[in-house]
């Protein structure tokens, strides 16, 4: 069949290959007519992943209605700020039936919302929606590297169809129906790959790192549970699988921000020298939304907030963090 993949960057990429190896037609929606041209001619994308070939079946385009015409359903695949955006062009292309799986990971500035819920206040039918994530490099996906994730979505039905799309010999799904567990995780990985790279940017090593995770894995649950989701989906591929590849990997955007920003660099520095977007830095600021609101304590996302955002120095971030007060492991479920 053919699929509608809403952003040409280097997940959309990726996934747009995994669709083409499972036998589908990939219409991909990218910003710039020189990555448009550049896939369609040479079958590469002169920005992302510019070494791997990429099929044939993948067709750009500039065009939202291009990508959607004939399409049976759509991949969403944008940075998290542009989502609502996105649904609203969307809104007026499809039916309320259209399937729609959502791998953008991030909460909405102000509203605190998560992926799925900015995409059903403008569209509706929740049951047509489902989301994908889990410990999925681009970099490793594009070239067939054996990976798994996870989709969840609120319908059986909806999950299984898009469990079946994406599956292939090296590209493993996994169905659940925990969404904002899902899209939780997501978002939260990628602030603490940040202050793992910001520990290590410092001169910390190796048991910080693990510590940052293990204390970041538990501040992740707390937050999922709070919002109704399952803690048992943080110790799946969303959440400590995930947690796991973007909190270790040399492919991981999120760490090397963190890296970078402990030796002065800043967030345009950053986009400009990779053309990406490091989603944690802005998941810093959107959890604290959702934490405030059920009264959930996030240490370790409120240190990098203040190292990203509010000009803390990350060595005084990292000793006020390392000086709080003493308490059991598991404290807030």
């Known amino acids: 069949m053919k699929i509608a993949v809403i952003g040409a960057g280097s997940w959309g990429t990726a996934l747009s290959q995994v669709l083409a190896r499972a036998g589908h037609n990939v219409g991909l929606w990218a910003r710039k007519p020189e990555v448009v041209r550049t896939i369609n001619s040479e079958h590469y994308n002169p920005r992302y992943l510019s070494e791997e070939t990429l099929s044939e079946n993948i067709v750009a385009t500039l065009s939202y209605k291009d990508a959607l015409l004939r399409a049976q359903a759509a991949v969403i695949v944008t940075p998290s700020n542009l989502m609502r955006g996105v649904a609203r062009a969307l809104n007026e292309v499809v039916d309320d039936q259209f399937p729609v799986i959502i ?24 049951d047509r929606f489902a989301v994908l994530s889990g410990p999925n490099h681009a970099e490793e996906v594009v070239r067939g590297v054996p990976t798994a994730t996870v ?6 039905e909806t999950a299984s169809f898009f469990q079946e ?37 410092i001169g910390y090593g190796d048991n910080t790192a693990a510590m ?49 920003v402990a030796k002065g660099g800043t ?9 990406m977007v490091a989603e944690g830095a802005l998941a810093c600021k959107t959890l604290q939304t959702l934490a405030c609101a059920h ?22 971030a990292a000793e006020e963090l390392l000086s709080r007060p003493l308490k059991t492991e598991f404290y807030g479920f």
């Open 165 to 201: 799309l994406f599956a292939t010999e090296t590209f493993r799904t996994y169905t659940s129906d925990d969404v904002n567990g899902v899209e939780l995780c997501a978002a939260f990985k990628n602030v603490i790959a940040i202050a793992v790279g910001v520990s290590y940017g």
């Open 151 to 156: 989709i969840a979505s609120s319908s059986l």
């Open 267 to 275: 967030i345009d520095e950053f986009s400009e020298q990779t053309h």
């Open 212 to 260: 940052l995770m293990t204390r970041g894995l538990a501040e992740m649950s707390r937050l999922v549970v709070k919002c109704g989701g399952q803690a048992i989906t943080c110790m799946g591929l969303a959440g400590t699988g995930d947690l796991i590849a973007t909190c270790t990997s040399k492919h991981s955007r999120n760490r090397r921000f963190g890296e970078m």
């Open 103 to 126: 791998c953008s990971k991030g909460v909405e500035e102000g509203s605190g919302l998560l992926p799925v819920e900015v995409f059903v206040s403008e569209m509706g039918n929740p």
């Open 295 to 316: 009264g959930v304590e996030l240490p370790i996302t409120d240190m990098v907030r203040a190292v990203v955002w509010e000009g803390e120095k990350p060595q005084i």
